[in-house]
């Protein structure tokens, strides 16, 4: 069993909100930038790697919601490479499946095409998430 943590954040408090995910991260558990979290990818990837008490690793996805991804606009997106650093983009019923599902399948989500924002329910049926936390600071 997993966690699936969404994270709402500014770029002030992506820090500490990547601290407090770290408090209790497993290994296995995937993540949801939500909103403009998205845009801070980079930074989020720095400070998974910059917390040095505190290890997150093993992380089974990093995700982003579509409709976020669409208010970037393009030269944001092209520059972030997001095709590179997120697990999958997300439709809404995709997300509402993940954190209400307990039987997501991760590998299929894994094999998915990030570019197509539409992984069928067919691809959503086997990670099991016991919890879904939400971080907004």
Not at 84 to 102: G, N, P, R
Not at 120 to 136: E, P, Q, S
């Amino acid at each position: 069993m997993a966690t699936l943590y969404q994270l709402h954040s500014t770029m002030d408090t992506l820090r500490r909100s990547t601290e407090q995910m770290a408090l209790t991260w497993r290994a296995g558990d995937s993540i949801l930038l939500l909103g403009t979290t998205v845009a801070f990818i980079d930074w989020l990837n720095a400070y998974l790697g910059d917390i040095e008490e505190i290890e997150i690793e093993d992380i089974a996805g990093i995700y982003a919601l579509a409709e976020d991804v669409a208010q970037l606009n393009q030269n944001t997106t092209a520059k972030l490479n997001l095709s590179a650093k997120l697990t999958a983009i997300l439709s809404d019923s995709e997300w509402v499946a993940m954190t209400q599902d307990t039987n997501i399948n991760q590998a299929n989500i894994d094999d998915a095409d990030i570019n197509d924002t539409n992984l069928n329910d067919a691809n959503i049926n086997n990670i099991k998430f016991d919890k879904v936390i939400t971080i907004a600071l």
